[in-house]
């Protein structure tokens, strides 16, 4: 098992441009999630999907859209990046609950740090 | 929503101390975890607790879910124990959507 596997690590772009995080788990997984950790922010949800077909918005989804075509990827775009998306992002998958008290832990990927300028 | 909060925000000790990192959260949850983010930004689960107690090798974790906290302790540390140390709490009405909230984290130096 690779686990939560994103691409690319690091990323540069100028405003304006586009780019495609890519986000791809072998476990799995039902629900993929995307989060960006900033300094003194903490880790915050950004978009999330609880199966293929199937995604909705988190605390902070201005400026990404996502997809989930299949179960295995979940890839969050950036239609035209601001400096404000500076961060570092963070994917990551659970099983689903199914219920309230069945819950399953959450894996994380390692990272992308993308930069606007 | 509900709130997290981890204490103490900073901690430096010298290898071999011991240590309790608390979190605090202000409604029932059904799944809490405890990560380490090390230097190099991997999040790394240390456990999965939403009620009881853990133990792996130097560290524990108690989670008192009717009293709304979670321990991790961390004993005779070392210099890899480094970086910083996040809860994330799930609530129960949050059903078919598997957020996480995270407290601000306590971040641990160990010196050697």
């Known amino acids: 098992n690779a686990g939560v596997t994103q691409t690319p690590k690091f990323q540069v772009l100028k405003t304006g441009q586009s780019m495609t995080l890519q986000c791809a788990q072998d476990?799995?997984?039902?629900?993929m999630s995307w989060y960006r950790q900033d300094p003194g922010m903490g880790l915050r949800l950004i978009h999330y999907s609880v199966g293929a077909g199937i995604t909705d918005q988190g605390e902070v989804p201005n400026g990404y859209n996502v997809s989930r075509s299949t179960t295995e990827d979940f890839p969050l775009r950036l239609l035209s990046a601001a400096p404000s998306q500076t961060s570092v992002y963070f994917c990551a998958s659970s099983y689903s609950s199914g219920g309230a008290y069945n819950t399953g832990e959450l894996f994380f990927g390692e990272g992308s740090r993308l930069t606007v300028l | 929503g509900i709130q997290v909060e981890q204490s103490p925000p900073d901690l430096i000790l010298q290898e071999g101390a011991n240590s309790t990192l608390r979190c605090n959260f202000s409604?029932?949850?059904?799944?809490l975890q405890w990560f380490h983010q090390n230097p190099w930004g991997q999040l790394i689960n240390l456990f999965y607790i939403p009620s009881g107690t853990k133990q792996n090798g130097r560290l524990s974790a108690t989670t008192v879910a009717t009293e709304r906290y979670s321990l991790l302790y961390i004993s005779s540390s070392q210099t890899t124990d480094s970086g910083v140390y996040f809860c994330?709490?799930?609530?129960?009405?949050?059903?078919?959507?598997?957020?996480?909230?995270f407290g601000t984290g306590t971040r641990l130096t160990i010196i050697p």
């Open positions: 409604d029932s949850v059904n799944n």
């Open positions: 994330a709490v799930r609530v129960p009405r949050d059903f078919g959507n598997e957020k996480l909230t």
């Open positions: 476990m799995n997984h039902e629900y």
